[in-house]
Structures are given as structure tokens and as C-alpha cells.
């Protein structure tokens, strides 16, 4: 059951229409920890379950994601509706290699995952969710916060 504050229209996503509306997407915002201070960095990703999937290269964002906790957001806003939705995932980043999970690695070789850069990315990561959250917000009295914006 959906839950709807009827003075703000804020409305408390469950967890498996939040999955279904991250495999609509592609891309998102994985925010992690960075010598004390918070960093946030666009990626392209691609859903395995409810884990969420992306490549990466050296740099700050694989050397702060990789064990430590992590948070991942995708939201889509509809400016001529008022409304928007924003999925959050709180989990812990963990490299995708032959040697932790042969079967993983051979599952997500076969996710559409591109890179826009267009550069091949060479660490695959993972990851994995302690906490799926998602709210979605419309016009107050309209209901426009009760379905997701189209495409």
C-alpha cells in the first residue's frame, strides 16, 4: 500500500514500484565520501535484481565507492505537471570480477550497460542495497502524483 500525505501530496513509494521505475532509466547519481566531504557523480547504470550496476575507471569515484557506504539516486522531474518521482538506494559499492562470482560476471556481460563516454571502463561495480526508498510528489489535490511522468 502506497502512502499519500494529503497536504503536501507527497506520496511513499514501495520498494518494487521503485525497482520498476530505476529499469526505466539509465541514469543516475551515486553519491559517495570523499576525504570527509560528500561528492556526487553522474553514471550510467543497469539493474540486476535490485542491485544497481556501472562501470567506472580509476580515479576518485572507484577508490571512494568500493566498500565503503554509498548512496545511488534517480529522479525524473515533469516540469509542465509539477511532478516528479526520486528513488534512493543506500548500499555498499563491491568490484564485479570472475574471481567473487563467475555466474554474476557472466550475467551482468549481458546487461545494456554503455558507457557515454564511449571510453570501455574498465571496473564493473556493484551495488548492493541495505535501504530502497522512493517518494513521489504532483499538484496537490490533481492525483498527478499517483502515476510517473511518460517519458
Known amino acids: 500500500m502506497q502512502l499519500i500525505d494529503l497536504n503536501s501530496g507527497l506520496e511513499v513509494i514501495d520498494r518494487a514500484e521503485c525497482l520498476r521505475l530505476l529499469a526505466g532509466e539509465e541514469v543516475g547519481r ?3 565520501v570523499v576525504g570527509g566531504r560528500p561528492e556526487i557523480f ?3 547504470f543497469a539493474l540486476d535484481g535490485d542491485c544497481v550496476i556501472f562501470r567506472t575507471d580509476p580515479g ?3 577508490a571512494a ?3 565503503d557506504p554509498v548512496v545511488f539516486e534517480v529522479d525524473r522531474l515533469d516540469h509542465a505537471t509539477r511532478s516528479a518521482w526520486s528513488v534512493i538506494i543506500h548500499g555498499r559499492a563491491d568490484h564485479v570480477t570472475p574471481y567473487g562470482s563467475p ?3 557472466h550475467r551482468t556481460a549481458h546487461l545494456a550497460l554503455y558507457p557515454w563516454s564511449g571510453a570501455s ?3 564493473l561495480l556493484r551495488i548492493v542495497p541495505n535501504t530502497i526508498t522512493g517518494r513521489r510528489i504532483g499538484p ?3 492525483g498527478a502524483g499517483t ?3 511518460a517519458h
Do not use: D, F, Q, Y
Request: net charge positive; hydrophobic share 40%; aromatic share 0%.
Open 103 to 105: 555466474a554474476l560476471l
Open 65 to 67: 565507492a568500493v566498500r
Open 30 to 32: 551515486l553519491g559517495v
Open 147 to 149: 502515476t510517473p511522468p
Open 121 to 123: 571502463k574498465a571496473h
Open 42 to 44: 553522474p553514471v550510467n
Open 60 to 62: 576518485t569515484k572507484l
Open 140 to 142: 496537490r489535490g490533481s
